[in-house]
């Protein structure tokens, strides 16, 4: 199985679930999709948590209106992504190579993920992880897939 075959097979878990939540934390995207679960801290704070969630820490482009560049949000912005709670579902997932992927919200818009020609060594480009559901972490980085 190639890279792009794995990262497909990977992200095409999040195929149908719904995007409900999205935080920035440092340089950062944080996405939940799926049902949310409760979950109390360590400090025994509560807080929803998805089923699965994408830690995005490279360069991402959202596109809002179907290929206009001017109608766009980019990592190095941080803008509004509520749009997420208005396009709730993943409907498809295109993988290019390592790392750089397309998720295809229904409504038409998307978010591009890509990854960096220059990068330091072990890089962390972005990760799949299903707390919700307590799996394993699914992690691309400049020396591969963990």
Known sequence: MTQ???IESELNRL???EAWGAAFAGGMLMIQFGTPR??????GSKHNIG???LHIQTTWRIDLNHGDPSQGITS???????FLLTQPYIE????KGLGPFTLNFSGGHCIEVSTPNVYPIDTEFWRLLGPGLNGRHFVVTSSGIE
């Not at 190095?76 to 509520?82: K, P, Q, R």
């Open 51 to 53: 089923e699965y969630a």
């Open 4 to 6: 792009s075959e794995q």
């Open 92 to 95: 498809s997932i295109k993988a």
């Open 76 to 82: 190095s912005e941080h803008g509004d992504i509520n």
């Open 38 to 43: 409760e979950r109390v801290s360590l400090n």
């Open 15 to 17: 195929i149908g679930l």
